[in-house]
């Protein structure tokens, strides 16, 4: 997962609280999961603290759901990656870090 710069915590995040899923799509054994990350800038304190939505990534997970026969385990989280850009900016992961 260090290529697209994500941990194991932000492919349980977009799984479990994903904005739109579709589960089984393409053969009923797979799952697509997609979810914004936005990167919030906050400025002042107390009562005069504003915050503001810098940028928003779109983050996606595939997941497996087949069993494989030599284990009985499943395949679980096959991929999972920010769309359009190879590796996720830091911000998705302390955002996601749940």
């Known amino acids: 997962m ?11 995040a977009v799984t479990q609280y994903p904005e739109t899923s579709q589960d089984g799509v393409r053969t009923r054994t797979d799952g697509e999961y997609r979810t914004p990350v936005h990167e919030i800038q906050c400025t002042g304190a107390l009562w005069c603290r504003k915050c503001r939505v ?4 779109s983050l996606f997970a595939r997941v497996d759901f087949r069993t494989d026969t030599s284990d009985r385990r499943g395949y679980g989280v096959v991929t999972t990656y920010c769309e359009g850009m190879t590796a996720c900016p830091d911000f998705v992961k302390n955002a996601l870090n749940i």
């Open 54 to 57: 810098v940028r928003t990534v």
């Open 2 to 12: 260090s290529k697209h710069n994500v941990t194991w915590r932000v492919a349980r």
